[in-house]
């Protein structure tokens, strides 16, 4: 943000020879308030976004810990439960972390994308684990979608997408097992979401480039 005011500055300096001293200073205040005000709701939402990542872990966390204590004579359960307890040792972790200072940095796009690409993995092994493409826990997939739907620009709901499709498919292909017809199903339903989850990531995009359009704009003339 502290490049962004002298560019309003200069930007207003410009236009100096259309207004009067003091209604070009009110101008630059009036611009300089609108920046502000867009790159503050621009933390808060990736803030937000880390607290909502983290809470829903842990929920989805203890509903896993119902299942798997109901169904514990299936096998592999204590590798399922150590890979949930990875799941909830990393959202520990996120929480803790100084999560201001990671949303501001030059590194934000890359730590949230880590994060998913790790959820997505996690979900693919405890479903290898369980029964496959079949196992309640495939439909975490739609959550990972669901959450870069919210919160990620459409490049990176792009890639979280592909990679939530191709981890199911990956699922369904080394269980022998697999019920093709079923994959198939499941896989397009998870590509239909996925595109419809870029589309509002899409529509996200818009919205925020409106804000910034408004937030360069003259505030006295609207131009």
């Known amino acids: 943000m502290r490049g962004v005011a002298p560019r309003v500055d200069a930007f207003w300096m410009k236009e100096a020879g259309t207004y009067s001293p003091s209604r070009l200073g009110r101008a630059i205040a009036a611009a300089r308030r609108l920046v502000a005000i867009s790159g503050g709701a621009e933390m808060q939402h990736w803030v937000v ?62 730590f949230f994308l880590a994060w ?58 080394v269980d022998p097992a697999t019920d093709y017809a079923q994959l198939w199903y499941f896989t397009a339903c998870l590509t239909a979401t996925a595109l419809m989850c870029g589309w509002q990531a899409r529509n996200h995009d818009r919205q925020r480039t409106e804000l910034m359009r408004a937030s360069r704009s003259d505030p006295l003339t609207g131009s």
């Open 49 to 110: 976004a880390v607290k909502t990542g983290v809470l829903t872990t842990f929920g989805v966390a203890g509903a896993a810990a119902v299942y798997l204590v109901a169904t514990w004579g299936e096998p592999y359960r204590t590798l399922d439960v150590a890979l949930w307890a990875v799941a909830v040792a990393t959202g520990v972790l996120i929480w803790l972390m100084p999560t201001e200072r990671i949303v501001a940095s030059s590194h934000r796009n890359f």
């Open 116 to 173: 998913s690409g790790l959820d997505v993995l996690l979900i693919a092994a405890v479903c290898v684990l369980d029964t496959g493409a079949t196992s309640p826990f495939a439909l975490l997939f739609f959550l990972t979608l669901a959450f870069a739907a919210l919160f990620y620009p459409l490049p990176m709901m792009v890639i979280v997408g592909a990679l939530t499709v191709g981890a199911l498919l990956v699922v369904g292909f």
